[in-house]
């Protein structure tokens, strides 16, 4: 079970700091990333990071501006989110993919896990 926390309102330009606690499991043998969903548009990837850690993948909108991490003894993960911009205003959901994959993935169906998701708002 993934239960994802840290969303609110920000001015553009301000920084957000999401979290997602993974309940129910003893390991970390899984995959972490990030999804959001504006209104009206498709589910699109942000940010993912491997399993060991020590890989991360990013879309392009969000690089240099976003930093996912985790801390598997806490069984959890972060995503900082820096120099905030309107177009950040979405959903933010917290997935997890078991396994110990090679590489991370932006592909949201090979995700099992979700967590219901954390408002954004960004305002000029």
């Known amino acids: 079970q993934l239960q994802a926390s840290g969303g609110g309102m920000v001015q553009v330009g301000g920084s957000l700091r999401l979290s997602c606690a993974v309940s129910?499991?003893?390991?970390?043998?899984?995959?972490m990333s990030w999804f959001r969903q504006a209104p009206t548009k498709d589910r699109e990837f942000v940010a993912a990071?491997?399993?060991?850690?020590?890989?991360?993948y990013y879309a392009d909108s969000v690089k240099g501006r976003f930093t996912i991490s985790r801390d598997n003894a806490k069984n959890m993960q972060v995503l900082q989110m820096n120099s905030l911009k309107p177009e950040d205003t979405a959903v933010y959901y917290c997935?997890?993919?078991?396994?110990?994959?090679?590489?991370?993935?932006?592909?949201?169906?090979?995700?099992?896990?979700w967590g219901q998701g954390t408002q954004v708002t960004v305002s000029a």
């Open positions: 997935a997890a993919r078991r396994g110990r994959w090679a590489y991370p993935t932006a592909d949201s169906t090979s995700y099992d896990s």
């Open positions: 129910g499991r003893t390991d970390s043998n899984y995959d």
């Open positions: 990071i491997r399993w060991s850690g020590g890989t991360t």
